[in-house]
């Protein structure tokens, strides 16, 4: 998402320090059917928290993986935070249910508690899968690092190879020239030898022919 980056925007931090004030600071000081209302004022806000969690939790989805593991950070705090705000205020709503009131308001309701026991299942599921999902993307940076690496290793390794192939290639004509001229040095040599003879043969009849 192009709006992605790695701050969360106010919203689900401001709605969650006015649940905490409406919690210590008005609900013990409230009573009867104020206290009611304030619970269920407390409850809507919580409700809409969990709207811009969704929206986060999408945002997230979207994001690009190089951020994603610290805004699923963010997310997963977000949403302990607000589950614990919940679960206070499903508390004080059963307090009121259980204080013998003939308000069909105050009669528990077993198909909110059913719900809300299911959505801190799923909540903890979700925290599970982030975790798993931050360890996957963590697992694959160093695989890339790895592979990387190893990509690197092979490069040198194949230049020394082919340093190696022109060694023993210039080792071997360099052998080549060795041995070309020792039988070049050999072939002087017996050619010296045979000029020498030859002089001395030369000589020696000089010699004889003049005092003969």
Known sequence: SSGINAEWPLRPGDLKLEIERLLKERLPFTQGESKKLLVNDINRKITSAQSSLDDMQREVERAYVGVRPQLSYKLRTYQTEFGALRRQVEQELKRLQSGGSSNP????????????????????????????????VETENIGNEITTELGSQRDKLVRTRDLLDQTDSTLDKTRRTILTMGRKAVTNKVLLIVIIVLEVLILGGCFYWKFS
């Open 105 to 136: 308001f105050d009669r528990p309701d077993p198909t909110r508690s059913n719900v809300l026991r299911n959505q801190d299942a799923v909540e903890r599921t979700t925290a599970a899968i982030h975790r798993t999902e931050i360890l996957a």
